[in-house]
């Protein structure tokens, strides 16, 4: 898993991409379309499918085609095991600290 993890992490270190990936997050499992993402983020055809390559060779998104249409969506299965990768040591003992962060960060976004 440390593998993958380290590729996924290095997906997500660009501005681009963290944003597109978190909007795919929004969007659940419906996912969207390709011109829709690069409308609502500003960004070009071309460019968005360079940023939608790499996500997808990481594993953190997936491309069905429907039609004529490629829909793009977050991999859930591959987001929860990364995430529980991350946390994994955090928790050996007690799941507070963990629970602690979140509840700080939603209380703070007021959800």
Same mark, same amino acid.
């Not at 055809?45 to 997808?56: A, D, F, G, K, V």
């Not at 003992?93 to 959800?111: A, Q």
């Given at each position: 898993?440390?593998?993958?993890? +380290? ?6 270190? /660009?501005? !681009?991409? $963290?944003?597109?990936? *978190? &909007? ?18 500003? +960004? ?6 360079? /940023?939608? !390559?790499? $996500?997808?060779?990481? *594993? &953190? ?51």
């Amino acid at each position: 898993m440390t593998k993958i993890t +380290v590729t996924m992490l290095a997906a997500l270190a /660009h501005e !681009t991409r $963290l944003a597109l990936f *978190r &909007l795919l997050i929004r969007r659940g499992p419906e996912g969207s379309k390709a011109g829709d993402i690069a409308r609502e983020l500003a +960004v070009p055809n071309s460019t968005l499918s360079y /940023h939608l !390559t790499e $996500l997808e060779q990481a *594993r &953190l998104i997936t491309s069905t085609k429907q039609q004529r249409q490629i829909i793009y969506a977050a991999n859930m299965e591959a987001l929860e095991d990364f995430l529980a990768f991350l946390i994994e040591d955090c928790c050996q003992t007690s799941g507070d600290p963990c629970f602690s962060l979140l509840n700080k960060r939603k209380d703070e976004r007021g959800t």
